[in-house]
């Protein structure tokens, strides 16, 4: 085996984690190759997943904002509406994006290879070009970010073109009247609201008694409710029996409920497994774990020295903010430079709609930690001036701090905006701060920033009746009091 060329670093996967392993070893004087399969940089996160999605989501909202108004606008969607009209920004904004990422990896130096990669040993990394031509590239560090590929499960035949996952969802060329989809995770739930914003009929199904289990359950029922009262349909601890197409226009699933759900199309959203069956991981004795996942340890380093695994391959969280830090982390780790205090705090967010996201503890955690010394503090969207405003009424942000100190333990937002409001709350619970630092200091008015305001005077006013409950409480009144009488 003859070396073609010599690396200090290696990245496989050119998605969120990727580009920061690389990008981060160029800046610390590293040679370095970032190898991608895909046509273009930017992995699945770019191409089948966080940028296509949230562009239709996008076209989504306006369609809701137009029809909001209607008394300003007379809108109807065509009949047949084509989704490639619904997403005509997307082909523009990829191709900004990617162009703009391919120039600033080559300002970086870093030597970018299109074709697949394949371990030989710890060193060495086979190149395989589409053209068919191979060579052997040489390092002393090597990153693996290929990301994920849709879960599809034996017994549904994902054709991609009358049943589809979720990265051929998008492949449809009209807007179909009926979709169902199976499951009720952050995919399903995400498509699921925003097809029944464009008018489809959808109808989503698990075993799970609502969709995102792991939320805190307020905000999902908010969400739940939005989405039934577009139109949606969530049909909770059930079993699919069957699922086939039946060779002229339906899908037809038949669940262990009796139910019989007919649609123009379906949607399967059961999860995703990672990309690495074809990487020779076997070369090195790495055993992968559930759904085909790199274990790693908390440097992101694999059972092999030098070897590391970042982003989707490794598991959840699976957020490309998650990702981007790991590669990161990685690279200082394989330099042994400090990375900096390691992140305890990560914010999820979930492009719905309505969005939801949370940081911290869940009320269940804050109970199991602190039992009955937490408060509650909530904001309804509809007290918000700029949620009036902006027809967001039907949100809610929820703070949970402890009763003793008032610092903040948990935050929880659902609303259009909440992604971005999460960050406020993560920010108070990152500087240990108690939650009268939003009566304290002064924010916009009107925002919805408003809603932590709201939420903490509620908080304390739960702190102050229940302080005055007290005996000890109590008694400290009486003697203050008889020193006045």
């Known amino acids: 085996m003859n070396i073609d060329e010599e690396f200090d670093l290696i990245v496989i996967g050119s998605g969120p984690g990727g580009q920061k392993a690389a990008i981060q070893g160029a800046n610390a004087g590293l040679k370095v190759a970032l190898i991608e399969r895909e046509h273009k940089v930017g992995g699945t996160c770019v191409h089948h997943g966080t940028i296509p999605s949230k562009t239709l989501r996008e076209a989504a909202l306006t369609i809701t904002t137009l029809r909001r108004n209607a008394d300003v606008f007379d809108f109807k969607l065509k009949d047949n509406m084509e989704v490639s009209t619904l997403m005509k920004r997307l082909d523009s904004v990829l191709g900004s994006y990617t162009d703009f990422m391919a120039e600033y990896i080559a300002s970086q130096g870093i030597s970018y290879f299109h074709g697949r990669a394949a371990i030989v040993d710890k060193n060495t990394i086979s190149l395989t070009t589409l053209k068919g031509s191979s060579s052997f590239l040489s390092t002393k560090y090597i990153v693996i970010a290929t990301g994920s590929k849709p879960r599809t499960p034996p017994d549904i035949d994902v054709d991609h073109e009358n049943i589809l996952d979720s990265d051929s969802i998008l492949s449809m060329i009209y807007l179909p009247r009926s979709l169902t989809v199976v499951g009720g995770g952050v995919i399903a739930s995400e498509y699921a609201s925003i097809f029944s914003l464009l008018g489809v009929k959808v109808t989503m199904f698990d075993r799970t008694p609502r969709p995102l289990m792991f939320m805190e359950p307020e905000c999902t029922e908010k969400f739940l409710n939005h989405f039934t009262t577009h139109g949606g349909e969530y049909i909770g601890e059930t079993k699919y029996e069957s699922i086939k197409w039946d060779s002229v226009s339906q899908v037809v699933t038949k669940l262990d409920n009796g139910t019989e759900i007919s649609s123009d199309k379906m949607l399967v959203a059961q999860g995703r497994i990672a990309n690495t069956e074809t990487l020779g991981?076997?070369?090195?004795?790495?055993?992968?774990?559930r759904n085909g996942t790199i274990p790693v340890d908390e440097n992101y380093q694999t059972s092999v020295k030098g070897v590391y695994a970042v982003g989707d391959v490794i598991g959840p969280p699976s957020l490309a903010s998650v990702s981007?830090?790991?590669?990161?982390?990685?690279?200082?780790?394989?330099?042994?430079?400090?990375?900096?205090?390691?992140?305890?705090?990560?914010?999820?967010?979930?492009?719905?709609?309505?969005?939801?996201?949370?940081?911290?503890?869940s009320e269940e955690q804050a109970r199991e930690i602190h039992g009955d010394n937490i408060i509650i503090g909530r904001a309804s969207f509809d007290e918000v001036a700029r949620g009036q405003i902006a027809g967001i009424k039907d949100g809610l942000l929820k703070l949970i701090v402890d009763s003793k100190t008032l610092k903040i333990l948990g935050v929880h937002v659902v609303a259009e905006g909440a992604t971005d409001l999460i960050h406020v709350g993560e920010m108070a619970i990152l500087n240990n701060n108690d939650v009268r630092v939003f009566l304290e200091n002064v924010m916009n008015f009107p925002t919805l920033g408003e809603a932590y305001r709201i939420a903490a005077l509620n908080i304390v006013t739960k702190h102050a009746e229940r302080s005055a409950r007290k005996p000890e409480s109590r008694i400290q009144n009486l003697l203050e009091q008889a020193e006045l009488n």
């Open 281 to 289: 991981l076997e070369n090195l004795g790495i055993e992968l774990g």
């Open 324 to 361: 981007m830090e790991q590669g990161r982390r990685a690279i200082c780790h394989a330099l042994g430079t400090n990375p900096g205090s390691k992140f305890e705090l990560v914010p999820i967010g979930i492009y719905a709609v309505p969005e939801l996201s949370s940081v911290g503890l």
